[in-house]
């Protein structure tokens, strides 16, 4: 059966499969709504009946919401005297001030009292079969050592570690040692090349870097160390690398001294982590993200979003180099005290079976991928699903990109066997956790192929069109905005919170209002009010779930490192300058090389078409829309064309144009 859902084509879930999800769901049932057994940490709240005057409490009383929550989720030294104090139009962001709190308590010593040994981590290392599980008792003596060994080697309060590890417990134990003694971690993806890293280490001024000898991914050795060798070339300020080697026994740790490691107790406001991610200019920008607000958010959407219950495997495929790492692969599952999953290796190695084996084997329960790797795996077949129990799973998650119908489909039909619902979770670094996307153990939970659905508590999602006018009804599409604080999201861009201000809050990306807070994505909102994410409107682009900006990739293929003279435009068009003569598979070669080398492989354009001319605005901008849209071979979407300054511009690139290899 197909449903209207604002947009003729979309699917919609059939009333067969609703009721399958209505059955499997953990529904409350219409008698009576049971807050406290629903979300404990409402329970205090009165006059809560059901589930949507509980969403609409969690927006229009955002603050009583979060205190309760807070007072509930965390543990506090001492506790906070003012929910919130934010001011959007300023980039003034701050919760549960006068709290003090230590996060690497949150997540471990409060459990250690009460399961000293619960598995928190399960290390998937890259080699199957070969998983290292690491209780909380170990998880917090490993941290601790980390956390005095970093102490005695100088690190203070308000320093900032680089870590450049593939997810392993010593990674988890360095972020979790750096909150420990009150350091700011800044991880960086092991991927990045030595350049990307160093620009990172330099612009957080990082005197200590963490890394491991050597990574080891499908298969093959991966020489971090000599890669960070390369990067702390150039950054004067690193002091000390301390370099793991990566070994079998995860506790085996050279320090020798008491394993009490004093935590230090922090504001709920002092930094927790920089995470750098791509903008739309050429240089990366370090968010800011702060102890209290960010720690309840991951653990409030962690528990909510994947009805995570006590004792499930929670299996977050992503690397701890990304935000989804950072949130549910460490801090959301271990402040909820629950048993994580760190993936060290790739959805086809040995072979396409490999995410299913290891479900599998380590019987996961719920999973939590990008539609890039489910894509991969749908062309691979079935039956590199079936010849796998996975009876275990309950929630299958998808997130980095939108998911399009058939990944989606494929993605509940054959791996979840039509039985688990799958959650399409829109967020971003900056929001620090899940703002977009179905809850499915809300009674009357719906789930729509492909839509993010519903805001999480506390979320106000508007649409807002190219006037700054905020679009009130459904079935439309616009600039995505948030129009209230809520905990998780990033207090600032290191160094630089004019452009914090600038990015996220001010005028430049809708000419009128204040006091919100854009995302850079656009959506659409159906006729139920369901979201569905339509992509970046930014000059961002997304590369296998890997976020970047067209002007990163573009600083390196027009830099003067480049012995021969281009200029360029987008993924990746490029002009040569007048009477330059080359081999286009030579230089086509020669960009993909340096961008691998100043960025990261996964940067490197998929096809390089060479054009005479980019088309441009009379004002000499280039037409980036119209760009995507013929890579697209979007041809009809291509929009108003009336500011271009040459049409033939335009039918140059369109027939020159290849499908992507
Ligand atoms: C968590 C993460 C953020 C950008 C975001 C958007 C895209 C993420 C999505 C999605 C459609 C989803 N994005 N989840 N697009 N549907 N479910 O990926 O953070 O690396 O900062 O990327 O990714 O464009 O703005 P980050």
New binding site residues.
Partial sequence: MWLPCGRASRRVVSSFSRRVFRSYFHVEGRRKFNVAAFMPEAAGIQGLSDRSTLQEFSVSNGESFWAAAARHRLSWISPFHTAQDCDLSRGRIKWFEGGKLNVSVNCLDRHVHTCPEKVALIWERDEPGSEVEVTYRQLLEMTCRLGNLLRRRGVKKGDCVTIYMPPCPLAVASMLACARIGAAHNVVFAGFSAEALAERIRDAHSSTVITVNQGVRGGKVIELKKTVDTAVDSCPMVQQVLVAMRTENPVAMTARDDVVCEPAVMDSEDVLFLLY?SGSTGKPKGLVHTQAGYLLYAALTHRYVFSYHDGDVFGCVADIG???GHSYSVYGPLANGGTTVLFESTPIYPDPGRYWEMVQRLKINQFYGAPTAIRLLLKYGDQWVHKYDRSTLKTLG??????NTEAWEWYHRVVGDGRCPVV???????TGGICI?PRPSDPDAEIVPGM?MRPFFGIKPVLMDTEGKVLTSNNTSGALCISQPWPGMARTIHNNHQRYIETYFSKSFCPVPTGYFF???GAYRSKEGYYQ?T??LDD?I?VS???IGTAEIEDVVVSDDCPLPVSSGVYTFVVLKKDVDVQETDLSRLLNDMVSKKIAKYACPDFIQFVHRLPKTRSGKIMRRVLRKVVERDLNGLGDLSTLDDPAAVQEIIQGHRELR
């Fill in positions: 991610t990304w935000i989804t998808s997130v980095g990109e939108p998911i399409d979770t829109w967020w971003q670094t900056e996307s993010a995302t850079g994505d994410i992509g970046r961002v997304n779930g890997h976020r």
